[in-house]
């Protein structure tokens, strides 16, 4: 699947793969890798996708790959009725500066 990120004109394959109870999403953008990965918790109130670590070489920093690939968590988990719970740093930050994707962060309780 082809994801956009906010930056102009960028446009990465970003594949996702699935073991167990997570996954990962990945790119590889000029032979270097995106990556953010996750686990899926089932609760009372649904799926909560724990996202927990997202890796971005450094050649590539600056160019929206790390927002696409939270880009395409965002557009999952709102076909899967997932919510995110996002334990990794750039996930959250992303996230909050995003306010169109805050219907699918975690909400407080069980």
Do not use: H
């Amino acid at each position: 699947m082809t994801d956009t990120s906010t930056e102009p004109g960028a446009v990465f394959d970003i594949e996702r793969e699935r073991s167990g109870g997570g996954g990962r999403y990945w790119t590889l953008v000029d032979g270097r890798t995106g990556l953010l990965m996750y686990e899926d918790e089932k609760t009372p109130n649904g799926i909560r996708r724990n996202a927990y670590s997202t890796r971005v070489d450094s050649a590539l920093s600056g160019r929206g790959v790390g927002l696409a690939l939270v880009q395409r968590l965002v557009e999952d988990a709102r076909e899967e009725r997932a919510s995110i719970n996002p334990q990794c740093s750039f996930v959250r930050v992303m996230i909050g500066r995003n306010k169109d994707w805050a219907d699918v962060l975690v909400e407080d309780g069980p």
